[in-house]
């Protein structure tokens, strides 16, 4: 979807090398970095790249569409001038595109309303409003426990096989403002940008028949970037979805949700261009911009002074052998706000959504809950749950040890709360959507199986008030 005003700039016949999607082109003078390039075979077909790399007399270009049947005698590569743009509008909510912002659902091309850099701009960080209020979710353990604030970025950690594409398209279809009144920004409209980067065509088709049978696709604008195109396309996709949220929060003052999956197709293929560019490695074979790379995709999310729009981010990843301390997870969280962690242990017991509570953190979440918010309860009840369920943790392992039946009775009832916890508070069925008011009420239940003298973190007022619910 290039600006279609765009000029052309100098034109050079002949490459210096090619390999992989990388064309290097010798004997060009001012061409700037990000600059949009029309790489022509000798058949006169026409694709289009960006500029990676300059210097004196050269530049490196890669192309999205790969470099099959280019050669290097006959190969001709125009610099347009300018860095690529792409249109924007109201109009795309309700469409599906590829990877590069061109529909693939049948439909004509929306009414370009303006053209945008997909690049952006970074957020003036004296101009940026502290995230307040949460988006209601539906799913108890993050909406009870691990809320997502408008505003924030939160990443949700997985592993290959756990059912983080479920969760993903069940928060698209159930999420919505927690208080939609004057603090959320009157009535400032809930969009949602979903982008696909490197997924495979069953998936897919997963989340586009998801989306398309429950509705949800009337707000959502879809962008899928699948596993069999190139994989230069996976780092243009994210850019290209926060360029149509930037224009959907800050522009038409509305709330926008980003959702990414899978963040760590995008970092492998950052990591093969960086390779066939013959860049020196860093851990694991990333480029060592790896950090400010992704930075520059998360830092795009806020809320801004003046503007009643917001963009939350909420990027999932997957973990290879579910190690958290890998790269990808390593690095997101130092940027991000926190980070939910789905545990293969509770998939395994058949646990849906399998979120393990205890490594799992939203750093905005307390400036957000609570009366005027939520429930005045909710904090207390939060840190009483987690307290709880940490002691869980311990009284199984002394269990291992020793026996369940050697176990106090003060301990016994903390297993019996563990098993309620995980079951009825974390499990839920995918198409259950739960208020606000369901997961605060359904913490108190599992919280009644411990006595009274046990929970600490709560007020006797909320005691007399709630437990035993």
């Known amino acids: 979807m290039e600006n279609p005003l765009n000029f052309g700039g100098q034109e050079v016949l002949g490459a210096a090398r090619i390999e992989g999607p990388i064309v290097v082109v010798e004997g060009v003078t001012g061409v700037g970095y990000d600059e949009v390039a029309e790489v022509m075979d000798a058949r006169g077909r026409v694709r289009r790249g960006r500029v990676l790399e300059v210097g004196e007399g050269f530049a490196v270009v890669e192309v999205f569409a790969g470099t099959t049947g280019l050669s290097i005698d006959a190969t001709s590569v125009r610099f347009t001038g300018q860095p690529m743009q792409m249109s924007v509008s109201t109009e795309m909510l309700g469409r599906v595109f590829d990877g590069l912002g061109n529909p693939i659902d049948d439909g004509p091309p929306p009414l370009a309303e303006r053209w945008a850099d997909i690049n952006g701009q970074p957020i003036n ?250 429930r005045e309860d909710h904090a207390h009840l939060s840190a009483q749950l987690y307290a709880s369920y940490a002691r869980v943790q311990e009284v199984r392992a002394l269990a291992s040890v020793i026996g369940e039946e050697e176990l106090s009775a003060i301990d016994q009832a903390y297993l019996k709360f563990g098993a309620a916890f995980e079951r009825e508070f974390v499990g839920q069925a995918l198409t259950e959507n739960r208020t606000i008011t369901d997961t605060l009420d359904g913490g108190w239940r599992v919280l009644s199986i411990l006595p009274r003298e046990e929970l600490s973190r709560v007020s006797e007022a909320e005691l007399a008030a709630h437990y035993g619910r």
């Open 125 to 374: 960080p004296t101009a940026r409003r502290y995230p307040r209020d949460i988006i209601q979710t539906g799913v108890s353990a993050l909406d009870g426990m691990n809320s997502l604030v408008l505003g924030q970025k939160l990443p949700i950690f997985s592993g290959s096989g756990l059912p983080h594409d479920r969760l993903a398209a069940q928060i698209v279809r159930q999420a919505v403002l927690s208080r939609p009144g004057e603090a959320a920004g009157g009535d400032t409209q809930f969009a949602i940008v979903f982008a696909a980067l490197g997924v495979k065509h069953d998936v897919a088709e997963f989340f586009r028949r998801s989306f398309i049978g429950s509705g949800a696709l009337m707000r959502v604008a879809m962008f899928l970037n699948l596993a069999d195109d190139p994989p230069i396309e996976q780092l243009v996709t994210p850019r290209v979805a926060l360029t149509l949220a930037e224009f959907l929060a800050f522009e038409k003052g509305m709330h926008v949700l980003v959702v990414f999956t899978d963040m760590t197709n995008y970092c492998e293929a950052l990591r093969q261009i960086s390779n066939i560019r013959g860049e020196v490695p860093s851990r694991k074979g990333y480029p060592g911009y790896l950090y400010s790379d992704l930075a520059s995709l998360y830092e795009r999310t806020g809320r801004v002074q003046g503007s009643l729009g917001s963009i939350t981010q909420l990027p999932i990843l997957t973990m290879p052998n579910d190690d958290i301390t890998h790269p990808v997870p390593d690095l997101t969280g130092y940027i991000t706000e926190g980070q939910i962690v789905l545990s293969r242990d509770l998939f395994q017991m058949g646990i849906y959504p399998p979120i393990s509570v205890l490594p799992s953190l939203s750093r905005l979440m307390k400036d957000s809950i609570g009366e005027g918010f939520t």
